[in-house]
């Protein structure tokens, strides 16, 4: 690997370090970028200030089915999916995109941020190793993100059936008192 | 309002809009596409209008630009005056992701 070009190594770098700037775990940077682990490793402590946090990713597909995190997985996986279907955006490029743009809904409504770009990372992996899919709810015709192998013929959304004290959080209490 | 001041104002709305539109695909095309509902062909053929083709355009009696959604359900959606109207912007962006776009 000693005849490497030096602007795909600039690339990547770009690429990582917005990545990293976005939030992204080692990991993440790991598996999308060429660059090996020490190399990113300087390169995260550079635009963080810190070392990256140790441990596993969390792998979890249930917590994409939870009421909450469902809907900002289905806002993200949707516009991921119109940048890639209608703008014909590479993987990655389009992960960075769709979350840039997820995070500007976010922020315009003061919601809280609860999908990380991790998370998203492996959403989108989670769609392409078909453990999840999409399914239209059938009073809104919205897309949301489901298990593949579940039933869903009569799928309603987390946002037309409402389950009780959903979004009640004792944290959300908290605030307004 | 008089016609006049009427159709100046449409030819107002009608450069913003456009110069906007480029000005966006210019910075990013593919966010921009998202933002304006469109495909990525339709985009690249406003990101190449020159200024004298945008004001012929623009020059017009008629809107350039038009609903993005003629859907009941997403219209109660952003206008709903309940508490949680957080939630109803949300639904309406998953909604309108979901719908087809405008192409050439």
Known sequence: ?177 | MKIETLLDEVRETNLAYLMLAKHMISEDKAEAAYRLGVSEELADMIGSLSTGQILKIAGSNMLMCRFRFDDQMIWNLVTSHSKDHVMGNVHAAILMGSQAVETV
């Open chain 1, 1 to 177: 690997m000693r005849n490497r070009s030096v602007v795909a190594e600039a690339k990547q770098i770009d690429l990582a370090s917005s990545l990293i700037h976005l939030g992204a775990r080692l990991q993440v940077l790991e598996s999308e970028t060429s660059l090996s682990r020490e190399r990113l490793l300087r390169l995260y402590k550079e635009v963080r200030g810190k070392s990256p946090p140790k441990g596993m990713l969390p792998y979890s597909t249930d917590w994409f089915l939870t009421w909450q995190p469902n809907i900002h997985a289905s806002l993200f996986i949707g516009i991921y999916r119109y940048l890639v279907k209608q703008c014909h955006q590479e993987r990655i490029d389009a992960l960075v995109r769709a979350y840039r743009l997820y995070l500007e809904h976010v922020q315009a409504f003061k919601m809280d941020q609860v999908l990380s770009l991790t998370r998203a990372w492996i959403l989108v992996r989670y769609f392409d190793g078909e453990l999840l899919c999409t399914t239209d709810c059938n009073k809104c015709g919205g897309q949301f993100v489901v298990h593949r192998q579940d039933l869903h013929s009569n799928f309603l959304c987390g946002l037309c059936n409402v389950p009780s004290r959903a979004g009640k959080t004792k944290a959300k209490k908290e605030t307004v008192q």
